[in-house]
């Protein structure tokens, strides 16, 4: 399992670096300019190019798709930065210790979420056993919307897109669904965290135009 949660670190990552020009532009009111968001915009992005590609069959789900899915993401991320990558990456060298609070924030949430799930890793308990078998059924479903694996023959009549952003991540990483369903865990928790983080020092900083890195 360790070497799957250093793939869910590394692909996300990666997914939070393509979406950073995205994020950049979108929330350039910001003190941050989003990059507390990059990572959530990046799994958001990239998973529903990979739910609206599978639906209307333009790949199928798999391996395959989730790969088609990032390359639209980065596709859209050059869109986005075109005529702004200096700006950008001056923004970065002056804000570095911004990027790494941040960074290291998410992957110390993550440790120890991941740390707690492997001590408790059974879906069992309130609606978890659903869920596993939600996430399984999308891993397994070549197309969208998925199979319903309580009612053979009939797709899935429920909001399925969370457990679909999670099999993008699987498929990504290689990670079974029975593990995915705990990374998964622990990654939105991570996200979270990073999230009001984000939040918080954009808050701080709007009093004096001053990015803060922690609260005063």
């Known amino acids: 399992m360790i070497g799957l949660a250093i793939g869910w670190w590394l692909v996300s990552t990666l997914l ?7 994020a950049w532009r979108v929330f350039t009111q910001l003190p941050d300019h989003g990059l507390g968001f990059a990572r ?3 799994i958001l992005a990239s998973g529903y190019a990979l739910w609206i590609g599978a639906s209307i069959g ?47 924030l998410f992957l110390f949430a993550f440790v120890v979420w991941a740390v707690v799930r492997a001590s408790n890793p059974d879906a069992v308990g309130t609606e978890k056993p659903m869920e596993l078998a939600f996430l399984n059924a999308v891993l397994r479903s070549p197309t969208f919307p998925p199979s319903d694996p309580w009612l053979s023959g009939y797709a899935i009549s ?3 897109f969370g457990y679909v952003l ?3 991540l699987a498929q990504l990483t290689g990670a ?3 593990i995915a369903f ?19 020092v954009n808050l701080l900083s ?9 609260p005063a």
């Open 158 to 160: 429920y909001y399925y």
């Open 58 to 104: 333009l790949w199928r789900n798999g391996v395959g798709g989730s790969l088609a899915a990032v390359l639209v993401l980065a596709a859209l991320s050059l869109w986005a930065g075109k005529g702004h990558g200096r700006d950008i990456v001056a923004w970065i060298r002056e804000r570095w210790r911004l990027l790494a609070t941040a960074e290291g």
């Open 176 to 178: 079974p669904g029975s």
């Open 206 to 214: 709007a009093r004096d135009g001053r990015l803060r890195l922690f």
């Open 16 to 22: 939070a670096a393509l979406a950073f020009p995205v």
């Open 182 to 200: 705990n990374l998964g865990n622990a990654l939105w928790f991570a996200l979270a965290v990073t999230g009001c983080y984000s939040l918080l």
């Open 166 to 168: 999670l099999a993008h």
């Open 40 to 42: 959530i915009l990046g």
